[in-house]
Structure formats: C-alpha cells, structure tokens
C-alpha cells in the first residue's frame, strides 16, 4: 500500500513509514492506522474507536472516542480539511472529546443519552441524510436497538461501513437502559443485510475495533439476526450469566453466542 508522506513532530513517539506499514501515528492514548483509500481507524488505549473519512473538500470523524488529549490536533496531522464530527451514537465512549468540537452531528433519538453541559451545536441527523465530503458521499442509516438514536454511515466508494455499536463488536450489548426489545434488533438486522446487498457493501467496521482488528462480512450480520430470531422464538444456544463490573441497570445479564456473533441481553426484556 502506498502512503502519503507524513512526518510527526510534537509528540512523544516518531514513526517511520514503510510500504507495507498503514501504521501513520501513536503515542501513549491514540494508534492511527490508514484502512481504505481516505480512511483511517483511530485506536485509544482504552480499546475504544473513531474513524476519519476524507474527501475532496471536507473531512469526517466519526465518534470521538473516550477523552484524549489534543485529539483535534493530532487529527489535524492527517487532513486540513474543514472537519465535520458525526456521532454513531450518544454513549460516552464514542462522545469523549465533543468539548473539543464546536459541533456535532447525532440522531435525534439519541439526545437523551448525550451530556447536557455540552457548549456547542448539536445538528440533528436522520435516516438516509448524505455527507457530501467531494468526491466521497457518505449516507446515514438509523439502526436502533443498542440504543434509540444509532446510525450505521455507508461509504459506497470503498464499500464499508461503520456501524459503532448498532451490531457491537463480536458482542452486542442489548441489556442497557433504554432497553429495546428484541424484535426491534431483528428489524434492524434485517435492515441492515437489505441495505448491504442493495448497496454492495461488503465491510463493517464497528465501534471498538482493537477488539477485531478486522471489517466484519454480511454474515455477521446474519448471524446477528439468526441468533436475536432464536432468542425471541426460544431456539438461542444455551445462555450463560454476563460478568460485568457496571450493570448499567440490568440485574441479571445474560450472553448467547451463534457462530461470529454473541449478544448480551436481559431476560426481562426479550420480546
Ligand atoms: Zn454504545
């Protein structure tokens, strides 16, 4: 893969740039790797995820990760370009630097879940809304279930996707409050692998990929389907407890798994 030369200067670790290497910037809170043609996956340690689209005229971040310091400036190594900020939706893990921004892109049913102290714009954003970034269009698909307001952002020209956590990261988190009920997962699902086909994207890049380290196919996407399908109609593989340290209002978490894909979920809730 051919890469842009590109020289960091004003932080602590200094990479070289080979042909192989998509590697473009680390240090001790980011790791920025090129994925796509004008496209970049940004890591934080905290294994959470932002994504960077650049067109011709605009550029787009996608979230903005948990709080790192000097986000904006690091991302202004990359592009120069005027710099929209999306959110895939409103958890904090994917809202930590919206302070450095003076506005933001987000779905409106998501608005309850956001910070209130937030000083700057929120623009509101819906189902099959375009970003034309020149050269480059990427369209909004509402996705609901994780949450009310989540968005999944095709890119036609490198036929990705990237979903945050509206299809999780191996693992879908579906036991946070506001719950949805399961029916509304299958929908979305069903949705999704419509829009894929129609639209020919063939790569999901989710929302905490240091997880993965890979773009998921359409069949974890069906599995995602098939797996909430058997839970609703009782045929799910046996479940087990869900261990986790915050319970974010589930009590009694419970985690399945079908092939590529797993689903934490709470047993009250699962109509
Ligand atoms: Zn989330």
Same mark, same amino acid.
């Given at each position: 893969?051919?890469?842009?030369? $590109? ?10 740039? &080979? ?5 473009? $910037?680390? %240090? ?19 294994? %959470? ?52 921004? %003076? ?46 307001? +989540? ?31 399961? &029916? ?15 639209? %020919? ?20 996407? +069906? ?15 046996? &479940? ?6 915050? +319970? ?24």
């Amino acid at each position: 893969m051919k890469l842009k030369p $590109f020289i960091i200067t004003s932080v602590a670790v200094v990479l070289t740039f &080979s042909e192989t290497s998509a590697q473009v $910037f680390k %240090n001790d809170e980011l790791t920025i790797t090129k994925i796509e043609a004008d496209t970049w996956v940004i890591e934080t340690a905290e294994n %959470n995820t932002m994504y960077m689209v650049e067109g011709t005229e605009k550029a787009l971040l996608i979230d903005t990760g948990n709080k790192c310091d000097s986000l904006e400036e690091i991302i202004r190594k990359i592009t120069t370009k005027p710099l929209l900020v999306l959110l895939t939706h409103g958890h904090s893990d994917h809202t930590g630097n919206i302070d450095a921004f %003076n506005e933001i892109y987000l779905h409106p049913a998501d608005t309850v879940l956001m910070d209130k102290n937030y000083p700057g714009k929120i623009h509101y954003m819906n189902d099959g809304d375009v970003f034309d970034l020149g050269g480059k269009m990427l369209e909004v698909f509402h996705t609901p279930a994780h949450t009310p307001g +989540s968005v999944v952002l095709f890119d036609a020209q490198t036929q990705s996707c990237f979903s945050g956590d509206a299809f999780g990261s191996g693992l879908i988190w579906l036991q946070l409050r506001p719950t949805a009920p399961m &029916s509304m997962y299958v929908g979305t699902c069903t949705r999704m692998l419509k829009a894929m086909d129609e639209k %020919n994207i063939t790569k999901l890049y989710c929302g905490h990929y240091p997880y993965v380290k890979k773009a998921f196919t359409k069949s974890y996407v +069906s599995d995602m389907q098939k797996l909430a399908e058997a839970l609703i109609n009782g045929t799910a593989p046996a &479940s087990k407890p869900y261990d986790i340290v915050v +319970s974010f209002g589930c009590p009694n978490p419970m985690i399945t798994t079908l092939g590529e894909a797993s689903i934490v979920y709470d047993p009250e809730f699962i109509k």
